[in-house]
């Protein structure tokens, strides 16, 4: 089994912000040459927002750091995963969507007090 970072998303519009990350990972994954790197769930909706989570193997995660270089190294953020998540917002905004995303296990975390 491979390793996974579980990413939560929050959005306005399922459709379009799946979309949107769906064809920017499907891009990433040509661009590394991987397949079946990562997967979608469907949504919940509550309170005007989809909630839902994007899982991404870590190894395409790795892939993608090994060749982006030092361009990987400068994004915001302590580690892999943190820089990770950059790239992927920085991607998403450039399509003006409303979105958030968080690291899962953080968001678990932090529920209970344990920083």
């Not at 270089?69 to 998403?92: C, H, P, R």
């Amino acid at each position: 089994m491979q390793e996974r970072m579980n990413i939560n998303v929050s959005a306005t519009d399922y459709d379009k912000t799946s979309k949107t990350i769906k064809s920017t990972l499907t891009l990433l994954e040509e661009m590394v040459h991987s397949e079946d790197g990562f997967i979608i769930t469907d949504s919940e909706f509550a309170f005007g927002w989809h909630f839902y989570i994007v899982c991404v193997n870590k190894e395409l995660i790795q892939k993608l750091a090994d060749q982006m270089g030092s361009d990987f190294e400068n994004l915001k953020g302590k580690g892999i995963e943190k820089k990770f998540l950059t790239w992927l917002t920085q991607k998403v905004e450039q399509k003006n969507l409303r979105i958030k995303l968080a690291i899962k296990e953080e968001m678990e975390s932090s529920k209970f007090g344990i920083f």
